[in-house]
């Protein structure tokens, strides 16, 4: 499903059994075809859309980055570079791209040594594997996204929205109907979603 930031209509969606790159591409491409200016585009970092054919600005939902990063340092027991990484990762909506990139360079200054410990015994293929392979690869998530987490800092006048909070609450709000309608059929379901989308498309 896509929606325009400005209006908050859904001006695109499809029912698809499995979530995939193609099909991102395909909606857009359709959407030109429509006469539809795509100024730039707020995703949750799926590969496919974070390689646009026509150049436009992709801004990756901050919010999403967060969850990638808890996801992976969400051991109880966590190291000391695991947990002052936790404390940065949650200053990145209220951050500048070179106040949140400074910390995390200072960070890794920080912890290099720890980083590249590696495990005592070799693996099947004869290599000695890094030991805290979770925060290193946080550590290159966030360096592999540098280019996506900030892009609305680069282009402000086109007000891009750095968060897919809007998609969420529509996603919501049709969980929520949804749920008042136990026991739906799987085609009256899928009726009713439809029609869901369609007033949101005015």
């Not at 980083?115 to 015994?121: A, G, I, Q, T």
Request: aromatic fraction near 12%; hydrophobic fraction near 35%.
């Amino acid at each position: 499903m896509l929606i325009d930031s400005n209006s908050t209509n859904v001006v695109s969606h499809y029912f698809v059994r499995t979530e995939k790159a193609i099909y991102y591409q395909l909606a857009l491409n359709r959407l030109r075809e429509k006469g539809y200016i795509i100024q730039s585009i707020t995703c949750d970092g799926k590969r496919g859309l974070m390689k646009d054919l026509f150049n436009t600005p992709i801004q990756m939902c901050q919010f999403h980055m967060i969850a990638i990063v808890m996801r992976k340092l969400r051991k109880k027991h966590q190291s000391q570079a695991g947990k002052e990484l936790k404390l940065i990762i949650k200053t990145l909506t209220q951050s500048s791209k070179n106040e949140f990139y400074r910390r995390l360079h200072y960070w890794f200054i920080k912890h290099q040594t720890f980083l590249k410990e590696r495990s005592d015994k070799a693996n099947e293929k004869g290599y000695f594997p890094y030991k805290h392979r979770n925060v290193r690869g946080v550590y290159a998530s966030l360096k592999r996204y540098m280019d996506f987490i900030f892009t609305y800092e680069k282009y402000p006048e086109l007000n891009i929205e750095k968060t897919t909070n809007r998609l969420e609450g529509l996603f919501s709000e049709l969980k929520r109907k949804l749920n008042n309608h136990n026991g739906l059929t799987k085609r009256r379901k899928v009726l009713f979603i439809q029609d869901f989308l369609n007033k949101k498309s005015h």
